[in-house]
């Protein structure tokens, strides 16, 4: 709950300094530092680090939050909020509130989703730093806007692939509520306003992994919130953990709605293997490659459809060059298992689980689980059970 407050706390001395200071965006244009391509590989790296080891504090410290204010500010183009967005009290609310990270750390499941730095690269003039994010709700890829302000790097927005948008375009709800509350009454947009409970209810049922009360909160809103591209993507999350029909509606409804958003190969991409779609599943990880800029990762989904339709030789061969290069990396392995397993290889199967165990860190405990939830047929079939036998044996010994 954000408490009141008010600007009578804030001295009319305090107010002029504040007034005379640059803005964050002014700052930037003052910094004469220049940065090395390697300089910002570096700080890819450590932002990679900070989010693997959910250090949230330290990486919310990288972002500036007083830029990415002001940008939400200068979108509104009304003089009457730039003024109340530019006081210290309501800076100070602002940042308080705002939790980048959340948004970050919470897609990685604990012991498994993984952050990897890809690349540094400029976009119309402005240094961007990309990164893949990989998690049990599969792929994701965050690219970051990094500015140099004061004479450091800053990250100053980060557009999400699988949402479709901004950081700064998922905060609105938070700095919309500010806004309403420093002005008590509603300033901007009070169809959105007069939902805030049950949007704040809808994430809070998110969190606690209880979709369906989450989708009675979703459908509560109305239509029009429920169409925008924030909360669509809320539906297909919830959507996924409810049933295959329902998702696959949703999916179909987002397509609809944005057309020309990137966030589609990515959804097409689940979509698609859940049809057994091979041509499509080809197709979308294609698009998504040429999006990016192009990423190894994505030869592991090809290597699947290859395996298991038309080419098993040049599939096996794609998914052993990814585990090569990457030797630490479980992915290349998982999918390489995956494959011996429908295409009925048990004893390849087995090879690969103690790759699994023997090149990365997934443990034997970890591996055991992971089969039997996701690979019940399996699990139960006489190669696991030896294998598992073995290890329980030597393990007691």
């Given at each position: 709950?954000?408490?009141?407050?008010?600007?009578?706390?804030?001295?009319?001395?305090?107010?002029?300094?504040?007034?005379?200071?640059?803005?964050?965006?002014?700052?930037?244009?003052?910094?004469?530092?220049?940065?090395?391509?390697?300089?910002?590989?570096?700080?890819?790296?450590?932002?990679?680090?900070?989010?693997?080891?959910?250090?949230?504090?330290?990486?919310?410290?990288?972002?500036?939050?007083?830029?990415?204010?002001?940008?939400?500010?200068?979108?509104?183009?009304?003089?009457?909020?730039?003024?109340?967005?530019?006081?210290?009290?309501?800076?100070?609310?602002?940042?308080?509130?705002?939790?980048?990270?959340?948004?970050?750390?919470?897609?990685?499941?604990?012991?498994?989703?993984?952050?990897?730095?890809?690349?540094?690269?400029?976009?119309?003039?402005?240094?961007?730093?990309?990164?893949?994010?990989?998690?049990?709700?599969?792929?994701?890829?965050?690219?970051?806007?990094?500015?140099?302000?004061?004479?450091?790097?800053?990250?100053?927005?980060?557009?999400?692939?699988?949402?479709?948008?901004?950081?700064?375009?998922?905060?609105?709800?938070?700095?919309?509520?500010?806004?309403?509350?420093?002005?008590?009454?509603?300033?901007?947009?009070?169809?959105?306003?007069?939902?805030?409970?049950?949007?704040?209810?809808?994430?809070?049922?998110?969190?606690?992994h209880d979709y369906e009360e989450a989708l009675q909160f979703y459908n509560s809103l109305s239509i029009k919130t429920q169409k925008s591209k924030t909360f669509m993507s809320y539906k297909l999350l919830i959507t996924s953990n409810i049933s295959y029909e329902m998702?696959?509606?949703?999916?179909?409804?987002?397509?609809?709605?944005?057309?020309?958003?990137?966030?589609?190969?990515?959804?097409?991409?689940?979509?698609?293997?859940?049809?057994?779609?091979?041509?499509?599943?080809?197709?979308?990880?294609?698009?998504l490659d040429r999006t990016i800029g192009g990423d190894e990762y994505l030869n592991l989904y090809r290597g699947l459809v290859y395996s298991i339709t038309e080419d098993k030789e040049k599939g096996l061969t794609l998914v052993n060059n990814y585990i090569r290069n990457n030797v630490k990396d479980p992915d290349g392995y998982w999918m390489r298992?995956?494959?011996?397993?429908?295409?009925?290889?048990?004893?390849?199967?087995?090879?690969?689980?103690?790759?699994?165990?023997?090149?990365?860190?997934?443990?034997?405990?970890?591996?055991?689980?992971?089969?039997?939830?996701?690979?019940?047929?399996?699990?139960?079939?006489?190669?696991?059970?030896?294998?598992?036998?073995?290890?329980?044996?030597?393990?007691?010994?």
């Amino acid at each position: 709950m954000i408490k009141n407050f008010t600007l009578l706390s804030c001295c009319v001395g305090i107010l002029f300094l504040l007034g005379c200071a640059p803005s964050e965006m002014e700052k930037e244009k003052q910094s004469t530092r220049q940065f090395s391509v390697q300089e910002y590989e570096a700080f890819g790296k450590r932002i990679a680090e900070k989010v693997n080891k959910r250090h949230s504090d330290t990486l919310n410290q990288l972002f500036d939050l007083e830029y990415m204010l002001e940008k939400m500010t200068n979108q509104l183009q009304k003089n009457q909020y730039q003024k109340i967005t530019q006081e210290i009290i309501f800076k100070e609310n602002f940042k308080k509130k705002v939790n980048p990270s959340s948004f970050i750390i919470k897609e990685l499941r604990k012991g498994y989703g993984r952050y990897q730095f890809l690349r540094f690269h400029p976009r119309q003039g402005v240094p961007h730093l990309l990164f893949r994010m990989t998690s049990e709700e599969g792929i994701n890829y965050h690219d970051y806007e990094v500015r140099i302000i004061d004479n450091e790097l800053r990250l100053t927005d980060l557009f999400v692939f699988l949402s479709g948008e901004y950081l700064s375009e998922t905060l609105k709800g938070t700095f919309i509520n500010l806004l309403s509350q420093q002005k008590q009454q509603k300033i901007i947009e009070p169809e959105l306003d007069e939902q805030l409970g049950n949007i704040q209810k809808l994430k809070q049922a998110i969190d606690r992994h209880d979709y369906e009360e989450a989708l009675q909160f979703y459908n509560s809103l109305s239509i029009k919130t429920q169409k925008s591209k924030t909360f669509m993507s809320y539906k297909l999350l919830i959507t996924s953990n409810i049933s295959y029909e329902m998702h696959q509606k949703a999916i179909a409804e987002y397509e609809k709605l944005f057309p020309d958003d990137p966030s589609h190969y990515l959804m097409d991409i689940e979509k698609y293997l859940l049809q057994g779609d091979a041509k499509n599943i080809l197709w979308s990880v294609d698009k998504l490659d040429r999006t990016i800029g192009g990423d190894e990762y994505l030869n592991l989904y090809r290597g699947l459809v290859y395996s298991i339709t038309e080419d098993k030789e040049k599939g096996l061969t794609l998914v052993n060059n990814y585990i090569r290069n990457n030797v630490k990396d479980p992915d290349g392995y998982w999918m390489r298992f995956q494959i011996h397993v429908l295409l009925d290889e048990p004893e390849d199967a087995v090879k690969t689980i103690n790759d699994i165990n023997r090149y990365t860190l997934h443990s034997r405990m970890f591996i055991t689980e992971k089969i039997e939830k996701n690979f019940p047929d399996f699990a139960e079939s006489s190669h696991f059970m030896n294998w598992k036998e073995d290890w329980i044996k030597r393990h007691n010994e």
